[in-house]
């Protein structure tokens, strides 16, 4: 027996389900490439940005993301590059912020290096965001200014102040670094937790070329959590944010610490999340060069039937898992393109 035909427009609320079985409800959207810091694991010094003709407008922002609300997407990110440098980007997520209202959407959020937090945190708060991450991987100042190459730790940490002032929650984001912060790590957790703030570390990705070999920024994080049970009482928990995280509860902190391992642990089998670059490509993996160009659908029509076709075409094809490993024959990223296009 046949099913259902449906209609044009009943697809254009069919919810996500990828060849795997898997609901894709996080919607992660890059706002810009571009970056008023130049960490030195995400891009080069000398980075080349987009033509800023090549990127969708705020309004065009809008349509696409609400488009994927539509279909059931129900947390929606907003990231970079670095988001709060998008010229009056504040207007796209008031906008957004509709869907909050709505009941459509369960969570509007954005990870940010916080250099800007101080001019927005309270607008934001004002928009309906309620947490946000804040990518800082040391509290040393010099350390900030070689990882940042020209960043102010006094006006990040001004920022992050300002946010919980507001009344954001902050969760810390820490990329974990050779040589360079590894062993910073307890005390970043101490502080972070002792202003009730969680702490997830991240392990290096080998995605775009930035000038130097990633296996000399490479550390494990099964190695750093190995040596934080040394110290620390870590209790595996269940929690579940929609991201890739996996957290543990740290007695003598009482805080929450996760830890994100692209490159030791897959942990692809639960994922629900894709990603869409300020150009309107949709990235259904992070850690795969698969590309879907939904600005040309976009344009096309002023109705969203050709982009929601598109949409399904592209979750028909995730993958099931990415494919990311350091090349230490050739030290060339697993992906071409640089973290700050696709979007944190």
């Known amino acids: 027996m046949n099913g259902p035909i449906l209609s044009p427009l009943a697809s254009l609320s069919r919810p996500m389900t990828d060849p795997f079985g898997r ?38 922002l809008d349509r696409l993301c609400s488009a994927f609300i539509a279909k059931g997407v129900r947390k929606l990110r907003l990231t970079g590059g670095e988001p709060l440098v998008r010229r009056n980007v504040m207007s796209l997520v008031r ?5 909050l209202g709505t009941g459509a959407l369960n969570e509007l959020t954005l990870t940010t290096n916080g250099s800007q937090l101080a001019r927005f945190a ?16 040391t509290l040393d100042p010099a350390k900030f200014r070689a990882i940042t190459r020209w960043g102010d730790l006094d006006k990040v940490l001004a920022g992050i102040e300002a946010a919980r002032s507001a009344g954001l929650a902050v969760k810390i984001n820490a990329v974990a670094l050779k040589n360079m912060n590894e062993d910073e790590i ?27 070999g990633r296996i000399d920024q490479y550390v494990p994080l099964s190695l750093l959590r190995a040596r934080l049970a040394q110290q620390y009482t870590l209790t595996d928990l269940a929690d579940d944010t929609g991201g890739p995280a996996r957290y543990v509860r740290v007695s003598e902190t009482g805080g929450k610490l996760g830890f994100i391992t692209p490159m030791t642990h897959n942990f692809c089998e639960s994922c629900n999340r894709v990603r869409i670059t300020c150009t309107g490509t949709l990235h259904t993996c992070l850690g795969h060069e698969d590309a879907s160009d939904l600005r040309k659908p976009l344009r096309a029509s002023t109705d969203n039937e050709l982009l929601s076709a598109a949409i399904d075409r592209a979750i028909g094809l995730k993958p099931k898992g990415h494919d990311f490993i350091i090349d230490r024959r050739h030290n060339r990223p697993s992906v071409s393109r640089h973290m700050s296009v696709t979007g944190g």
């Open 95 to 99: 906008s957004l912020s509709r869907h």
């Open 122 to 137: 309270a607008e934001l708060r004002d928009c309906g965001v309620r947490r946000i991450n804040v990518s800082l991987d």
């Open 186 to 212: 307890p005390s970043l957790m101490q502080w972070a937790h002792g202003k009730g703030m969680a702490l997830t570390l991240i392990e290096v990705m080998p995605m775009g070329d930035i000038g130097e």
């Open 23 to 60: 609901t894709i409800s996080y919607l992660r959207v890059s706002v810009t490439d571009r970056c008023d810091l130049r960490c030195f694991y995400c891009m080069s010094e000398d980075m080349t940005f987009l033509p800023k003709a090549d990127l969708l407008t705020l309004e065009e």
